[in-house]
Structure formats: structure tokens, C-alpha cells
């Protein structure tokens, strides 16, 4: 008898231990705190009327939004990104305290691995891209096996959290210089934010030159580039970011979080390993980062970036082709 009643105890608790602390209802994040709560209400009552709630939420600035799509979004959500990427999508979600790095802010709309020039939102296709594929080498995992429909709509789910969030930071730090929330300035910041994902749309970065068959020779000036060009600082002569910057572990990205120049060599590129993958994370930068646009450095010799391109994917194979790599010294982030 005893023993039945401390099984359901157990089971009581680790049931009531499995069960994800969903607030059923958006917040406002940490950084309202510093706010007055007469002016933390007023923050909340402006997202409130522009973005709804978390059980009728609007699609920013778009009155004709699909609200059954939307609510399938949110269900996606709820299910399968919320445990990393938190209910506000301020990438706090229960799992986040163990993960490195960490699961993305959108609040802030700054997003990695974008087809777009540097500094630019996303396009939506990147963050579908991203959904689908994972980011190797993280704990972002690959979507590939969800019904397209499914992932279109978590999708249209991240972009609301993100206008929600880019509205809220915004608001918030406009009421923390001028103590008050200016309701006028608020059609403006609303514009603003959408404005800068309509110019996504139309800023695909295209490759320079076209792209060459690869051949050993671009390796051979790809490697020159790698040595001369100012990668090595970063990432090491041979691509493994064996460097002091990186041995220090203090580098930061624009989150706030550890980050550090990516070991070529891993085989685990994050952006993905199709050359013009590369080729864009060359050309435009790594948005939130420490990693350069290259785009005016490289200007007088677009055929470079294809070299680079050609000896970042020949070293990200090394341990493939069997070549065994000395034990540096940088140790996995703690
Ligand atoms: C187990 C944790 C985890 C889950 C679950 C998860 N993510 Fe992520 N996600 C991450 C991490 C970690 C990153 C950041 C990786 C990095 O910075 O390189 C990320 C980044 C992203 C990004 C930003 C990419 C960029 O270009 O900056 C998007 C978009 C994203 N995730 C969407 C989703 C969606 C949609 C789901 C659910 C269908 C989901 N994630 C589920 C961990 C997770
Ligand atoms: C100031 C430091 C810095 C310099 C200089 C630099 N990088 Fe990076 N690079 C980084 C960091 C940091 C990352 C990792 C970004 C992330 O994913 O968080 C990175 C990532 C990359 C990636 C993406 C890897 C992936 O996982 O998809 C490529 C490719 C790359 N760098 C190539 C280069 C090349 C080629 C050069 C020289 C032309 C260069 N980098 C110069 C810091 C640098």
C-alpha cells in the first residue's frame, strides 16, 4: 500500500516536473522593469492594441491576416520551438539556461543567417530555410519531417512574435528617456519596423561574379585570400579559431551572449554548407556578430570571395578526408 502511494507521489511529482510553465498569456520582458508600473501598463496596453493577445493576437500592421493560420502557428509554437525560443519568443524559453548558444531573441529582429546584405532583416524564405534545415552545430534543430503548412505557419508565427517584440523594445526605450510612453510617436515606430521587412524583400544579395567550378586552383587562392585578407585574426591559419580572442572566451554577440569565431574545420557550418551559403556569409557579414561583411574589402575583387568560398568548404571536409587535426586549446564553452 505504502509503496503504491510513494509510486503516485513520484509519479505526481515528476508529472508536475515534465509540465512547461507556459504563462498562458504574453509578458512584458525584463527590460520594462526599469519602467514605472503606471508606465509598464501603458507599454502593455499599446502591444495590447497593435499586436493582441496571446489568445487573439493580430498580425502587425496587416488587417487582412489569416487568424486560423495564425492560431496554427501558435499551436506549432506551443509545441515544438517554445521550450527553446520562450512564449514572448524572447529565446528564454526552459531549456534555453543550458543551451549554448543560445536559442534566438527575435525581440531584437536580428537574425544570423539571412540572404540579405548586412545589417538587413531576414527575408521570409530565410527563416523558413533555417526552420527546415537547423543550424548545425547548435541545438537548433532541423524541421524537415513538418507538414509544409505547419512550418509556414510556426513561421508567421516567429515573424508576429518578432514585430511584437521589435514594438515592445522600442516603446520601452523611447518611455525610458522621455518617462512617458508618446502614443503620437507610435503609427511611426509601427511604419518603421515593417518598412525595414518590406526592404528585406527586395535585398537578396547576388553573387558578384557567377559562380566557378571548383577547381584545385581556387582552393590553392582561396587559402592565399584566408592568410592575407584578415580571416586568420579570427579564425586561425588553419580555420579552427585557435585564437586569443577566442581562447579568452569574452567575445560577445549583440545579444549579450558568448560567442566566438566559428572553427572552420568542424564540418558543422551553420549557415549551411551550399557554396552560396558561404559565399553570402562571407559577402554579407553575420548579422548580431563579430563575423565582417566583406562586401567593400573584396569590392576590387569579387573573384576572391569564390576562392574563400572554394577553401572554407575544402577545410570544413578535412576530418572527412581522414586529416587528423592536432588538439588545440580552445575548450567547448562552459
Ligand atoms: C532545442 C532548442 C530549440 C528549439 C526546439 C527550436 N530552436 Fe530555433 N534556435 C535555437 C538556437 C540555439 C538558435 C540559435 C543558433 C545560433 O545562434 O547559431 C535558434 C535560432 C532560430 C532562428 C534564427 C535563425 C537566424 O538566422 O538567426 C529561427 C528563425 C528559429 N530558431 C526558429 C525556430 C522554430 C520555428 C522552431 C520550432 C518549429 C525552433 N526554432 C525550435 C534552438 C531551438
Ligand atoms: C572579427 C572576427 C572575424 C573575422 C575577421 C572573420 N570572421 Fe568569419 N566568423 C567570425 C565569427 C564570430 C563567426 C561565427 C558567427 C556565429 O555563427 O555566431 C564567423 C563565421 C564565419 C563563417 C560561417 C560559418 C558557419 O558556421 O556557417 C564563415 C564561412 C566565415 N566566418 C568565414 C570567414 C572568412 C573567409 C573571413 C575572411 C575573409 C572571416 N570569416 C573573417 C568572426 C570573424
Known amino acids: 500500500m505504502w509503496r503504491w502511494a510513494s509510486c503516485l507521489c513520484l509519479l505526481i ?9 507556459d504563462p498562458g498569456t504574453w509578458t512584458l520582458g525584463n527590460e520594462a522593469k526599469k519602467l514605472t508600473p503606471e508606465i509598464q501598463t501603458k507599454v502593455a496596453a499599446v502591444l495590447e492594441e497593435r499586436c493582441g493577445t496571446l489568445d487573439a493576437p493580430k498580425m502587425l500592421g496587416d488587417d487582412k491576416f489569416d487568424a486560423n493560420k ?27 539556461a543550458t543551451l549554448l548558444p543560445k536559442p534566438r531573441d527575435y525581440r531584437r529582429g536580428v537574425f544570423k543567417f539571412t540572404s540579405t546584405p548586412y545589417g538587413f532583416k531576414p527575408r521570409r524564405d530565410d527563416l523558413v530555410r533555417t526552420a527546415r534545415k537547423g543550424i548545425p552545430g547548435t541545438s537548433m534543430p532541423a524541421f524537415n519531417l513538418l507538414p509544409e503548412k505547419e512550418l509556414q505557419a510556426a513561421i508567421d508565427w516567429v515573424i508576429a512574435l518578432t514585430h511584437r517584440g521589435e514594438l515592445e523594445l ?106 552560396m551559403d558561404v559565399y553570402r556569409r562571407i559577402f554579407a557579414g553575420i548579422n548580431g556578430t563579430p563575423m565582417p561583411a566583406f562586401q567593400q574589402a573584396l569590392a576590387a575583387e569579387p573573384e576572391t570571395i569564390w576562392n574563400l568560398v572554394a577553401y572554407v ?18 575548450a567547448p564553452f562552459k
Open 13 to 21: 511529482v515528476l508529472n508536475a516536473g515534465c509540465q512547461r510553465r
Open 70 to 96: 495564425l492560431a496554427l502557428g501558435r499551436a506549432v509554437y506551443t509545441k515544438r520551438c517554445v521550450q527553446c525560443h520562450g512564449t514572448n519568443g524572447d529565446g528564454q524559453g526552459p531549456a534555453a
Open 170 to 275: 522600442q516603446v520601452v526605450n523611447a518611455a525610458e528617456a522621455d518617462d512617458e510612453v508618446d502614443l503620437a510617436a507610435v503609427p511611426e515606430t509601427v511604419s518603421d519596423i515593417l518598412a525595414g521587412w518590406d526592404r528585406a524583400d527586395e535585398a537578396s544579395v547576388v553573387a558578384a561574379t557567377p559562380q566557378p567550378k571548383f577547381k584545385v586552383d581556387h582552393i590553392i587562392a582561396g587559402k592565399q585570400a584566408f592568410l592575407t585578407r584578415g580571416c586568420v585574426k579570427c579564425h586561425g591559419e588553419d580555420g579552427r579559431g585557435q585564437t586569443p580572442d577566442n581562447l579568452r572566451g569574452d567575445l560577445k554577440d549583440s545579444w549579450g551572449h558568448p560567442t566566438r569565431a566559428a572553427d572552420l574545420t568542424s564540418g558543422m557550418l551553420r549557415g549551411g554548407q551550399e557554396p
Open 313 to 330: 568548404l575544402h577545410v570544413s571536409s578535412d576530418r572527412r578526408r581522414g586529416k587528423i587535426l592536432e588538439a588545440g586549446s580552445i
